[in-house]
């Protein structure tokens, strides 16, 4: 993963790290945000939010992803595609592409 960087107010560079699974859950108490109200506002299932804030979900794509972007776990991009698609779905797809 390539490291990001932030500007300094004195015109220094520093590496900005993502933040732990606890400093994530630290960084909600601290704004006085529960999961359930933070899951509710960014259209996310409560019981999601808890599985990647306690670690049980590894956060490579999809949902899970975006979650970890948002609350500034891991660096990358939002994505917009479910991790998978059914079947139905991708002839859905493939008929509104024709």
Known sequence: MKP???LLLDG???????????????WLSEQGITVTQWAHDHGFSTSLVFEVLYGRKRCLRGKSHNIAVLLGM??????DKPARVSPAQRQQEERAAA
Do not use: E, F, M, N
């Open 74 to 79: 891991k660096h990358g991009q939002l994505t």
């Open 12 to 26: 220094s560079l520093s590496v900005i790290t993502p933040r732990t699974h606890a400093q994530a859950r630290q």
């Open 4 to 6: 990001r960087y932030k």
